[in-house]
């Protein structure tokens, strides 16, 4: 599950200082008129993880993602997206929760975002399968030091090959229950 205000769209640090850390590798554009600082960094490392997990948006933007993300990044077009109820956003807990448990159902998953609560970190903690929460800060969203922990997770989880069994496929298939999705 892949938040994107906070993880590709920076804020929180200084917009005209081009040559600060948080602000190198990316540019403003304008998205439904307001302007984002969306960062090509973020985005070549999530084209990283794209081999390694099934990529699904996890925010507010929801459709939109698919609308903007792939023209203004590179970033791969049609990938699904969470839809949140008025239910999601008022249940008391964190307001994407709902919507993020509904989606992963019993299966792996990894989800990065710059906004988590006790809420998430308790239903992760209680989640039977293999769960990871990746924190970024929002002036710098998604580094190389969180691309780093994700690749190394899931290659954790990544079932070794079958000596014999030939390949499954030009990239390589994954089993469903092994397929983790940030």
Request: proline fraction near 6%; glycine fraction near 10%.
């Amino acid at each position: 599950m892949v938040d994107i205000d906070g993880v590709i769209s920076l804020f929180g640090g200084p917009v005209r200082a081009p040559r600060a850390p948080e602000r190198e590798g990316g540019r403003l554009h304008s998205v439904d008129g307001m302007l984002h600082f969306l960062s090509a960094k973020a985005a070549a490392h999530l084209l990283q993880l794209a081999r390694m997990y099934d990529l699904v948006w996890a925010s507010g933007w929801e459709e939109r993602a698919d609308e903007h993300l792939p023209r203004l990044l590179g970033l791969p077009a049609g990938l699904p997206h969470l839809s949140f109820s008025d239910g999601d956003r008022n249940s008391g807990a964190h307001w994407k929760l709902g919507a993020v448990d509904r989606f992963a159902a019993g299966r792996t998953l990894a989800w990065i975002d710059d906004c988590f609560n006790d809420a998430c970190h308790e239903w992760a903690a209680r989640r039977a399968v293999p769960t990871l929460l990746v924190a970024t800060d929002p002036r710098r969203g998604l580094t190389e030091r969180e691309a780093r922990l994700l690749a190394e997770w899931a290659g954790e989880r990544t079932p070794a090959p079958v000596q014999g069994a030939g390949t499954a496929g030009a990239n390589g298939a994954r089993m469903a229950s092994e397929t983790a999705a940030p």
